[in-house]
């Protein structure tokens, strides 16, 4: 099914900023795309509009009870000139369950991956072609009927807006760089039953306590360790985190404490490709810290859509710390780094079949 949005141009374009100075998630482009939803017709009304402020009752649902959920992924110009996106189809199958999770009625996958085609095709020209550079797109659908009470709303909203960004990490020469990750034990992400699985924003609301801590300590992120036992690795900041011990990657298995990331998933597939040992399973920091010692921890790395592969140099903990890869970038993040880089930027041939064409 094809869908159709009517288009509003803006009458006053912004100036394009410049992809030398470019910092994540500060620049925004002319447009945004909205819908609406009510219970009588559905999703409907889509439509493109000149971005700007979007008026909201006060006593608008999520403002009281957070029902929202939002997604994110990039749009690449490949130097033939094309438009490609990652995986597309993968962020609309994973937002469905987001909403799901917290009762907000699911878009179509088609119409999730063609609102996103069609707000990208309108601001190509918003995408930059600086090495290390791409138009970061945040589709997010929240509760904005007026009503005090705890319950589904029966009106949302879905929005898109689209910003032209560097590299997530500000490194010399937006290069790949080792980053500093403080071990988190008192406060957790996501336990078992809540919505760990789910991209919704109380999740990252509730991490801003310990990425305080982190930065304190000198640190980019935090690992995030289980909630009942207060043991096993899961997340690093907003990324899934994965570690090589004796050859072997492990990274924490979805079950439902863990973002089911695109990049997560595009990694163990490459691994496995490869013909690396890979595993989802549990892992414990005593593991981790007695493979350290014992010179079997190989590499530690984060991957995500922001900052598709972020190499670990060194694990800060309250008591003490450890180096990982001699503080440098590990062979294999460099090689998946370079790898899903290369594809995602169509200059590297997609055997995989994840790009789609805007």
Not at 118 to 130: C, D, H, Q, T, Y
Request: glycine share 10%; proline share 6%.
């Amino acid at each position: 099914m094809k869908y159709e949005f009517r288009i509003e141009k803006t009458a006053n374009p912004k100036p394009k900023p410049d992809p030398d100075t470019l910092k994540f998630g500060r620049a925004f482009s002319d447009h945004m795309l909205i819908m609406d939803y009510d219970d009588e017709n559905g999703w409907h009304d889509g439509r493109i509009v000149p971005y700007g402020p979007i008026a909201l009752d006060p006593a608008a649902a999520v403002l009281h009870y957070a029902q929202e959920i939002f997604e994110g992924l990039k749009a690449y110009r490949a130097r033939d000139g094309r438009v490609l996106l990652f995986r597309p189809d993968m962020n609309a199958a994973r937002a469905a369950r987001s909403c799901d999770r917290i009762c907000i009625p699911r878009l179509d996958d088609g119409l999730f991956v063609e609102a996103v085609k069609a707000i990208v095709s309108l601001e190509r020209g918003w995408i930059p072609e600086k090495e290390g550079t791409s138009l970061y797109i945040r589709p997010f659908i929240f509760a904005d009927e007026p009503v005090i009470g705890v319950h589904p709303a029966h009106h949302y909203k879905f929005v898109i807006i689209c910003s032209p960004v560097g590299p997530y990490y500000d490194t010399p020469g937006g290069s790949l760089a080792a980053t500093s990750i403080f071990v988190e034990e008192e406060y957790v992400r996501a336990f078992p039953g809540g919505t760990g699985f789910a991209k919704v924003g109380g999740n990252y609301a509730a991490s801003l306590k310990a990425q305080g801590k982190a930065a304190a300590r000198g640190c980019e992120q935090a690992l995030w360790l289980d909630a009942i036992e207060r043991k096993y690795v899961e997340e690093i900041g907003t990324s899934n985190a994965f570690f090589v011990i004796d050859g072997e990657v492990i990274t924490a298995p979805l079950s439902g404490t863990i973002l089911p990331g695109v990049t997560r998933d595009s990694v163990i597939a490459l691994l496995k490709k490869w013909g690396a040992r890979v595993s989802e399973r549990r892992l414990s920091i005593d593991d981790v810290r007695a493979a350290a010692e014992g010179g079997r921890l190989g590499e530690v790395f984060a991957a995500g859509t922001a900052a598709v592969i972020s190499p670990v140099g060194r694990l800060v903990f309250e008591n003490g710390e450890i180096t990982i890869s001699g503080g440098k970038v590990g062979e294999l993040s460099q090689r998946l780094y370079e790898t899903l880089y290369g594809l995602q930027t169509g200059d590297r041939p997609d055997d995989m079949g994840w790009t789609a064409e805007v």
